[in-house]
């Protein structure tokens, strides 16, 4: 993975506990804060990293899945809190040191993962996804009606390798799709998008897109949003659609766009967690075998992605995400049966054994 500067940092109230994240989507915040209730901590507000930092030592450092911090503070006590260790196949060298490694339990940590950290440094944790988002957003009273709405959201797009390919031809083409076959289907259902600030911009600009509501709500106000979705279309991400799993949304995947999301989307299908995935078949196979070297893996990757998009979509629009677009409206991907599945699935994530945070209290008391 290439180096993540500018990253998220915070410290806790108190003052003894800093707190840093990878800059991409909401997932990695959404993790710290919920870790920090778990520890009766609060925090001060988010800022991004510059290279000086302030001559001042820390308890402990939380840092969620940022594998190269720069110019980091001296603290007593560094754990790794990471959504990814069912990827890894390695930790980054720069966390190598730490003291302890708290893997995020959507799925199964890498075996080879396991090989070389101690056991006694290496605990399994509930995912860290945020439910408590449930306060009135004002701004649905315009845009709810009785059938509901459809709800589409381009979360965690920004990572180092991404590029404007990355961030504009799947989302363009799956807004069109959609927008097409709710005519055709004389769907009156509003068509809500959630996506960062900055593209949203852009797409607003697109006359087609004109009847698209555009958000870029807090991750609060998404909470309150996708409570009251009657379809959920979003890439298979981690904290989204598990937030949607387990709030019974009929949850849609669109295709995938960036190195994580390929692989989460393969893990999905092991699991039987995602049934039909526009032109998934055909990116899966033209991305080829990968291992978990995520160094190594991401950037050939997303070039991968960026070949596969400018030869099957950027061309024309693909017949393909038109038919999937109707099936989505018609509710014929989710079946009831899946939103079982995958509620039961979250009941089994979060039956591990509790790690005792105590531990943790007791250092930074």
């Known amino acids: 993975m290439a180096p993540m500067t500018p990253y998220y940092f915070s410290h806790s109230k108190c003052g003894k506990v800093r707190i840093i994240t990878a800059p991409f989507g909401y997932g990695p915040r959404v993790a710290a804060e ?53 990827l890894r ?68 797009i920004e990572t180092p390798y991404t590029t404007d390919i990355h961030r504009f031809a799947i989302p363009r083409v799956v807004l069109e799709s959609l927008i097409f076959a709710s005519g055709k289907l004389d769907d009156k259902r509003k068509i809500i998008c959630c996506l960062p600030l900055h593209i949203r911009k852009q797409l607003q600009q697109n006359p087609s897109f004109s009847k698209i509501h555009f958000l870029s709500p807090t991750h609060e106000e998404f909470l309150s949003i996708l409570k009251t979705a009657s379809i959920y279309v979003v890439q298979p991400g981690l904290y989204g659609p598990f937030e949607a799993f387990e709030n019974n949304i009929p949850t849609v995947f669109m295709t ?95 039956s591990i054994k509790a790690y005792q945070l105590h531990k943790i209290q007791k250092i930074i008391l």
């Open 89 to 156: 196949n390695n930790i980054p060298q720069e966390v190598a040191d730490y003291d302890l490694f708290l893997a995020e339990n959507f799925f199964k940590t890498n075996p080879f993962l396991l090989k070389q950290i101690p056991e006694s440094k290496s605990k399994d944790i509930t995912p860290l996804y945020s439910l408590n988002g449930y306060s009135s957003f004002s701004r649905l009273k315009n845009i709810q009606n009785q059938d509901g709405y459809i709800l589409v959201s381009f979360g965690g």
């Open 256 to 350: 995938p766009f960036s190195y994580t999301q390929v692989c989460q989307a393969r893990v999905y299908d092991r699991e039987n967690l995602a049934e039909y995935i526009p032109m998934w078949s055909l990116l899966n196979s033209e991305i080829g075998n990968m291992c978990g070297d995520i160094i190594n893996e991401e950037e050939i990757c997303f070039k991968n992605i960026t070949n596969f998009i400018e030869k099957y979509i950027n061309s024309n629009f693909p017949d393909t995400y038109f038919n999937w677009a109707q099936m989505v409206l018609r509710n014929e991907i989710v079946t009831s049966d899946l939103i079982n599945k995958r509620k039961q699935y979250i009941v089994k994530c979060k």
């Open 34 to 86: 919920t870790m920090v209730k778990l520890l009766n901590l609060t925090i001060d507000d988010w800022q991004l990293n510059s290279v000086t930092t302030k001559k001042t030592t820390f308890k402990v450092t939380l840092n969620f899945g940022v594998s190269q911090p720069v110019n980091e503070p001296e603290t007593s006590f560094k754990i790794w809190i990471d959504c990814l260790m069912w």
